[in-house]
């Protein structure tokens, strides 16, 4: 009857009203909006379209693609290091300008891929001449001590130079012989990015050869040098750079050098102009394939696999 198509349409109304007063309870559904004009809400990932299945209404969602985020440049320099690492990852992924066609592989961008690693050298061979490894300090993007050990030479000790490398005869009585250093070493250089001062001497005492794009000597880096006032290609001692901008005294005293505390200085020297100085070298620095994955737990022998090491290296496994 008329009546009762009448109710039936009123409860079927009201239902209506319910669910759209639920909706706009919850914020899904504005409260001046009409059905045949809705449009996403402000600041929701999802919006709700009202549809009839039978006598009733229920809300059907579908996603709404974010807004991509802008990345701007610049920088504060007081950001944090983590906030570095970030701005850094971005600039060298994305390139700028001129450097779009540079693609760099991610893992490479993290600040767990960073090292800084100091030697210290002892004299060998005829009147002490020859220099050998004695101690390696390695740290992290933080300066944290990750590798600290003092290392027995391949051939007996004839000058200790204890005035600068800070390297004694008691030194040596816990020392571990270079193999087993050099394997060591190695596991922890591969595939990251060494930072470190005049760090051609420290890789030639590990008679090892690292990846020129995956190498940061602070004795080369000339906004470094401009920072502190000094010409753009001049070769300046990490003990002035330390003492003109980062206020630090380092290497003083008659006990030597100390190579913790010279590694820990590049890092803070490199973290100075790290965003400045990447965006520098993403233009200039052919692409580079993204390492193989390797097991970590593999033995340290494969470096001998390397092309580029000597055949004198070659004949003996680590």
């Known amino acids: 009857t008329p009546q009762g ?19 706009e309870q919850k914020g899904l559904l ?18 709700s379209v009202l549809t009839e299945t039978g006598d009733t209404m229920a809300p059907r969602c579908r996603k709404v693609p974010k807004p991509k985020q802008v990345v701007t440049p610049s920088l504060s320099p007081s950001a944090s290091p983590d906030s570095i690492a970030r701005h850094h990852s971005v600039l060298l992924s994305q390139g700028n300008g001129s450097s779009k066609r540079m693609q760099m592989s991610s893992p490479l961008l993290r600040p767990g891929k960073y090292v800084a690693i100091d030697c210290e050298m ?19 993007y933080e300066g944290d001590v990750i590798y600290d050990k003092y290392v027995q030479p391949e051939l007996p000790i004839v000058d200790y130079r204890t005035r600068w490398s800070g390297i004694t005869k008691q030194h040596m009585k816990n020392a571990i012989p270079f193999k087993a250093a050099q394997a060591e ?37 000339p906004m470094l040098n401009q920072r502190a006032g000094l010409p753009a290609r ?11 901008l980062l206020r630090k005294k380092i290497q003083v005293g ?44 593999a033995d ?4 001998m696999d390397d092309r580029y090491w000597p055949t004198d290296l070659m004949a003996n496994s680590l």
């Open 122 to 140: 002892v004299g060998t061979g005829p009147q002490g001449r020859l220099s050998e490894l004695a101690r390696c300090s390695v740290v992290n």
């Open 254 to 297: 008659g006990r030597g050098h100390s190579s913790v505390e010279d590694a820990q200085t590049a890092m803070e020297l490199y973290r100075l102009v790290e965003v400045q100085w990447e965006t520098e070298l993403a233009c200039s620095l052919p692409p580079r394939p993204p390492s193989p994955i390797t097991d970590p737990t």
């Open 300 to 303: 340290s022998s494969q470096y």
């Open 5 to 23: 198509r009448s109710k039936k349409k009123s409860r079927k109304h009201q239902r209506f009203l319910e669910r759209r007063a639920l909706l």
């Open 30 to 47: 504005g409260p001046r909006q009409r059905l045949s004009s809705q449009t996403p809400v402000s600041g929701l990932e999802a919006r």
């Open 234 to 244: 001049a070769c300046v001692s990490l003990k002035s750079l330390a003492r003109r």
């Open 185 to 221: 070493i190695l596991k922890i250089l591969k595939d990251k990015i060494v930072v470190g001062h005049a760090i051609h001497n420290d890789f030639q005492a590990l008679k090892y050869f690292h990846p020129k794009d995956r190498t940061r000597d602070t004795s080369r880096i």
